[in-house]
């Protein structure tokens, strides 16, 4: 006998696959985790070692201050998805991502534009 989308009751997972799945939303974070804190650490070399050669120090530590709080944006993003996705993974209502994808998404589109923004400004001098 097949099920209606309405009519069934949800199958439990075996823990075996719950067990899978959160250690799957763990490898996620830590992949945000990593994105971010390289942001952070480039913003943080962009400042000390760009910022005393440049011909404009102020555009170095404005990109390099967006470039720092972007990563950890992106580090506490990925610490609310996964926050909520292991309290939705035990409650068996879990969903994919939506906001933070398209935050996250034109944050990095955002970083590139300023990134080759401040690779033309430095190549003009």
């Given at each position: 006998?097949?099920?209606?989308?309405?009519?069934?009751a949800?199958?439990?997972?075996?823990?075996?696959?719950?067990?899978?799945?959160?250690?799957?939303?763990?490898?996620?974070?830590?992949?945000?985790?990593?994105?971010?804190?390289?942001?952070?650490?480039?913003?943080?070399?962009?400042?000390?070692?760009?910022?005393?050669?440049?011909?404009?120090?102020?555009?170095?530590?404005?990109?390099?201050?967006?470039?720092?709080?972007?990563?950890g944006?992106?580090?506490?993003?990925?610490?609310?998805?996964?926050?909520t996705?292991?309290?939705?993974?035990?409650?068996?209502?879990?969903?994919?991502?939506?906001?933070?994808?398209?935050?996250?998404?034109?944050?990095?589109?955002?970083?590139?534009?300023?990134?080759?923004?401040?690779?033309?400004?430095?190549?003009?001098?």
């Amino acid at each position: 006998m097949r099920c209606g989308a309405l009519d069934c009751a949800p199958m439990a997972a075996d823990p075996d696959t719950r067990a899978r799945t959160h250690m799957a939303n763990e490898r996620t974070f830590l992949a945000w985790f990593r994105t971010g804190i390289t942001l952070l650490a480039l913003g943080i070399a962009a400042a000390q070692f760009l910022g005393v050669n440049a011909a404009d120090p102020r555009l170095v530590q404005g990109l390099a201050a967006i470039s720092i709080v972007t990563g950890g944006v992106i580090v506490g993003i990925g610490g609310a998805r996964y926050w909520t996705g292991k309290e939705r993974i035990e409650a068996e209502t879990f969903r994919p991502a939506q906001v933070s994808i398209v935050v996250s998404t034109v944050g990095a589109i955002a970083m590139a534009v300023l990134a080759v923004g401040f690779v033309l400004l430095l190549g003009r001098t």
